[in-house]
Every structure is written in C-alpha cells, then in structure tokens.
DNA sequence: TATGAATGAGTATTCATTCAT
DNA sequence: GATGAATGAATACTCATTCAT
C-alpha cells in the first residue's frame, strides 16, 4: 500500500459498516468479523500495516475474493480494523471514567486517579492506536472519525474533573478543564511513542512524570488566573 | 524498504559521516551534498520515504551507482538526510534559547516566550521530524541519536527556565523543570501531529492551548507543592 | 543467481513436486508445464542458467507472478527444469538397456553395444546434463538426487554386462563391472564435454576410442587378474 | 561477466602475454603480477569467475586503471589466470613423468605408478582446472591452449607407457597408449569433479577405482586383440 | 455468492567499464 | 602512465487487484 491518500468524499463515519460493501447478517457476518480479526492480529504481530491479504486470507481462513467482496481495497479492511478499535476504545473510556469517578471526591483525588488509569487504558491500546495515528496523518478517512472520538474522549475526561468545578480557580473552567485534558493526552501520548521520537522514557522518569503532571494540572485548575 | 530494522553495533552517532561510505572532500562532495538534498526534498514532497532511487538520480543530477558508492542501502541515504536535520535542528534550538532568553526577564515572561518560540520552531521542522519520529519507532540507528538530541533540547529548555529558579516554588527545581519541558514538548509535538491522531486542533483552539499551557506550567513551577 | 548454495532440509528427492509450489492439476499444470518448457528451452538455447524470468514469461506466455506462484526462486525453477531431465535420463536409460539386452548374446557383443548405445544417449542428453552437472557441484538439492540417478545408471550398466558373468575372469565380478561402468562413463562423459576441458576430440579419434573402450573393457572382465 | 562468448579472432595461444595489453618489463610487471595473482587466489576462494575488479584492486593493490591498463576486459583477466595455470601444470606434469619412469621398470609398474601420481597432481590442480574446463565449454581462447596443453599431457603419459613397448600385445601401439591415456585422464577427471556429477566417489571406492583402473589398462595393452 | 489462480507494474542493488584528473 | 570516482543498464521478486469458474 504505498498509494498515500486517495482521499474520497466527505464522508464522516468510520465504522466497519461505512467501509465494508453492504451490511452483512448471518452466517456471512461471521466470514467477515475473521478477516476483520486476522487482519488486526497481523497488524498487531507486525505493528504496520505490513502484511499481505494472502496472509488474511489463511489466518482468516477467508478468501481473497470474499474480501474484495466486502471490502473495495485492502486499505479500507485496514480502516476497518482500526474503527473496530476506535469502537472500543471509546466503550473502554467510558467505562474507565465511571470507575475514576467511584474512586474520587475531590479534585485533588479525581486528576491523579484519571491521569493514572486514563495511561493503563492508553498503554494497552498503544499498539493499534499508534497505527491510528498514522494512517490518520495523511488518511482524512481515518483522521475524521478520530478527531470525533478524541472529542469524545476530552469530553469524558473534562467532565470527570467538572465535577469538582467548585475547587476550581477563575472563571472560563470549561476552557480549563479542556487545557488540561490536552495537555493530560498529549503527555501520555507521546510517553506511549503514539508518533513519538520513541524515546520511551525510563519507567522511572514515566512515574515521577505522571506524578508532576498531575500535580501541574491540580495547581492549574485551582490557581485564579 | 520492507525489512525493518537491522540494526548494527552499538554505534550511537548518527551522522552523515556514519552512514555515508566515505568522508568526503572537495569535489564529489558536491555530489555527496546533491544527492541528500534530493532526498530531503522529496521526502518534503512526499512526507515520507515513499521514494525511489530513480528520482533521487534525476532530482539530485547524480547517478544510481553514485549513491551506492556514498551509501550502503537506500536506508542509509534516508539515515543522512534524517542526521542532517537533527544536526539542524540543534543549531536552531541553540539560537532559539537565547533569543528566549534575552527577551525574558521573570519566570512569567520566559514560559510563554519560550512556549511560543519551540513552539513555532517545532511547526517549521514538523514535516521531516515527524519521518525522523516515525523511523526512530523501529530504527534504532535513528532512535539513539534521536534521544540524544531530544536530552539536549530538554537540557535547553529546562535551563531557560532555571534561569528564575528563585521564583521557583517547592524544593526539587530541577525535577520540576524537566517535567515542565516534558509536558510543553508533548502538547506542542501532538499539535503538530508530529506522529499524532492528526486532530490538528483549530488554529482558535491552538492559540488557546498554547496560552494555558504557559498558564499551567507557570502555576505549577510556583507552586509549593 | 549469485547466491551459491542455499541448502535446505535433508530433502533428497528433487522432483518437479518437491521445487515446485503446489501439487498441481488440470488446468493450472498446463501453464506450470509451459513455464517449465520455456525454462528449459532457453537453458538448452544459452547453455547455461543466464535467461531471465521477463524472457521465460515471454517464451512460455505465462506472467511472472505465475511463475512465482509455482516457484519460490528462480533457483528452484531451474531445479525443476533439471528434476525434469533427470526423469527423463532415467527413463530413456532404462529402455536403452533393454535393447542393449535384446542385441546382445555375449560379453563380446554385450560391451561394445552397451558402450555405442550409451554414448548416443549421452550425446542427446548432453545440453543439459551438463548443466545439471554444473550445477551439482554448489547445489546440493541437485547433487543428491543426481548422485542417485547416477546409481542407478551404473547398476543398469552392470546389470547388462553381468548377464555374462559367466564370461567373466577373476573373482569379484561385481567389482569388475562397477569399475567397468564408471570407466566407461567417465570417458564418454568426457568426450561429450559434460564437464570437461571441451576438446571435444576429433569424430574419427572418438569413434576410434570407442572402440578401445569397448576392447580394454573386455579385456578387463574376462583377464583373471 | 554474463556475456558468454564474444569469441573473437582465431588466436591460439593463450599465454598472460597474449591477453595482457602489452609486454611488461621491470617494474609495472611486479603490479600485473600482483593483479594476476590477486585473480587468482579470488578465483580460489571462490569457486569461479564470480569476483569484483574491485576486490582485484584491493586484494592486489592496483588501481582498477591499471587492470584495464593491461586487459581490455575482466574476462581476458581471468583468461590470464587460466593461461598462467596452464603453464604451471606442464612444468608439474614433465617433472612427474621424470618421477614415473624413474620409479618403474616394467609396464606391470609404471601404469598403476602413472596412475597413482597423475591422479595426485590432478587433485592438487583441480581447483583451478575446473574452472578452465568450464569456460572452456564456451570460450575458444581458452578451449584452443587447453586441447594443446592436453594433447602435451597425452603425449607424456603415452610415452611413459610406450617406453615398454615391447609389452604391448597387438600391433598399433600408439593407438593403444592413446586410449589408455584418455580412459585414464577421463576417470580421474571425473573422480575430481572435473566437471562432473560431484558424486565425489567414496575415498574407499576411489582407492579402489584406480587399481581397476591400472589393471584395466594393463590388461589392455598387453592383450592382442 | 464464493473462490483463488493469474496478472504485471514497480524498484533496490550490482558491477564491468570509462575518463577526467 | 596511473588513479578511482562516476556511470547506468540489467534483473529477481512482491503483492494488490481482477475475473473465469
């Protein structure tokens, strides 16, 4: 796949429904969740999108011609791998927010717990979604429907630590509470090599930063200016 | 390019020097300066190494058997071109600081200036340092250099800030500092998708961004926490 | 084909089946026999291995992907082509030996005749039988089952002269008509270049030598020596 | 070098100084030497032709230049190597017939004693024979010297044999000491791979071969058939 | 619907030979 | 004479996509 763009229409959605040929029920549905999945397990093995649909199709025991009889090309079976995890990430994060929220009762509770299970949830997601990340860089297909859920995810996120708005110091707190999701994601992010110069940080230095970051984004909230 | 890694022996400088054949002088390093420059461009052009030897050829005027007598593999020639611009880069974050630093004069003006200085420093390099991230995750004759050059930027920005480590807060300024830097680079290095979901927010929304962040790190370096 | 040898398993039948991809049937072994046909055809043409798979293609009116579907190599193509002619060697010899049989009623008539029947297959064969022999040499998956071919032939020879044993001298006839055999092929092998310094004597020095070879073999078997 | 043949005038010498560009004296003949024997020792560590001029020029201490300063090709190069092979083995074959026939004193003695020690030089020479032998096959500059080389060779192993003339049974003695001499050369030949199979005999059975092989011979010459 | 055999354009790399210095 | 940097033609192999069955 060295064809880069091939950008298409304008379309928004990204799920295995928009990318794949028709909805499928039944007994078909269960051919293409395999190529669905031994593509994703081909591209977790290789950690690109370096494997060939031969490979799908004996790891998925499918063959080639059901796959084009889904999917228009292989780059839209890749797209659908990864709006199957964008699904569950999403599923994930809201559950990991529920959890966050049972174990906090202030603001000085709610950041460093969030921080601290928002990066397990990041980290055991790492592989596909630097793969996400990726493709979204010069893939609208894929870069449209990620921003959609990053809204989401800022959305959780910001609405975990309004709940203690009243802690909270000067006056635009949605726009606070925003800063510090941002900043919250992208210190994680680039931790987790999610597009990053890979130089994942020594544990040491990754916990002691996590600890700081939650103390920066405590101090900020609270500070008036 | 489809074999992955390969790396070698522990070399950790990345170097044209040491990925080039032969140090050159004089004339044919004309040519040895054409043929990386052709690259370089094309990798802008196209925003990866989606390039052929061909094009470098007719791009850089040089002939195929002349980049194998400066380069072992294609790869290497990439590595060049990837030295080149962290060499670059050094130099420009170097002169950068002391800009920062001679328009500063409180930790309250230097957090913001120094944001806004990396941060437009870090938009005009995004192009060939997102290639440089994205190698470095599987290439660790890139990935070495790569930390060295990321240590020593953080050596810079933390040093710009310790400038006013009397208006410091708390006691371990220098772990503070360092978390500062981690965090601004992380947030600026995802606005850039500089290997990032791609979301690139707004421009509203980045102005924004960058103003909290000075906000945040200034609020938690004073802090006494 | 630079690479030299490449040796594998311990696999010791070099059968089409076993270079090639897939038992095959029906309609796809028609193009499996055209590409093998074109291969041979142009090794028989060049006299050695230098053809090119774009030229194979061609000749054979199958794509190259085709070929890659039936061949991991073009090495193993070859191999084919060789696996191939070793049958056929086989065959032919046998049948040979049979009309050896049928002519002869004597050690005085079963030599000679062997020996000029022998030397006019050898001279059909030769083209590519000296490539296998080439090849032989830094090829084990072709050394192996050559060897075994070569067995064989020898213990046809034998068998033929054998058949008069009764007019045979000394003691230990079998090793009489071993050393009988591998002396006569040597020299026909030789004469017909398959491997040799490619004197390829004068026709009325070989014809002539033929003869000798027919008279020192006999007067070999039936001395007591 | 995959160009086969590019015979070219009917030249029948090959010696270093009719492929080299020109009759060296004094000190440029120490660096042709150097390129010769850097050939040479390439030639030997590989098996074949299948070496750079650029590891000539190494191996040698010559500029690439000076090679083609004396040959017009690689290819005359190599024939130079051969050339020079060729002449040492004419030397070593006189200097071993003197040994022959100093050791013997009947035909009962000097064929196996012939046997035995061409056998030894053969072995010794095969490395290189074999790969005159195979261009042999399809270059006539090297053919051409190479039937002259091995007519000489002929006619010292017969005159060994014929020293005991007055042995031989039949009438045409030199027809008789010519065969011997081919079935002779041809069986070791084969026994060294000279081109052939590779089923490189068992030492045991090649022991065994060469005193068949006298005997053979013996009963041969003196029969009168 | 489903299959999987067939297609063939596209590309990194090698190395004999030339020629400016 | 001597050098060795520059040249560029030549070639095996991959893999997304098609389409006859």
């Not at 049972?102 to 000085?108: E, G, I, K, P």
């Not at 941002?182 to 996590?210: C, M, N, Y």
Request: proline content about 3%; aromatic content about 6%; overall charge positive.
């Amino acid at each position: 796949m060295s064809t880069r763009a091939k950008p298409r229409s304008a379309e928004k959605k990204l799920a295995v429904d928009s990318v794949s040929r028709k909805p499928q029920q039944g007994r078909s549905k269960a051919s293409l969740e395999r190529m669905v999945a031994a593509a994703e397990k081909l591209m977790l093995e290789r950690g690109s999108e370096d494997f060939t649909l031969q490979e799908v199709s004996q790891e998925g025991s499918v063959s080639i011609g059901s796959i084009y009889l889904r999917f228009e090309s292989k780059e839209n079976l890749v797209r659908a791998v990864i709006a199957n995890h964008l699904k569950r990430m999403l599923q994930r994060e809201a559950e990991m927010i529920e959890r966050v929220k049972a174990q906090s009762h202030s603001l000085a509770t709610v950041v460093p717990v969030y921080v601290e299970n928002y990066a397990e949830l990041l980290r055991e997601e790492a592989p596909l979604l630097r793969q996400s990340m990726a493709r979204a860089a010069f893939d609208p297909l894929v870069a449209d429907p990620g921003r959609q859920s990053a809204n989401r995810a800022a959305a959780l996120g910001m609405e975990a630590m309004l709940e203690y708005r009243a802690e909270f110091g000067g006056s635009d707190h949605e726009r606070k509470a925003n800063a510090a999701y941002q900043i919250i994601f992208a210190t994680l992010a680039r931790q987790l090599s999610l597009g990053s110069t890979g130089e994942s940080v020594h544990p040491q230095d990754w916990k002691e930063l996590k600890i700081e970051l939650g103390r920066m984004c405590l101090a900020y909230l609270k500070t008036d200016i």
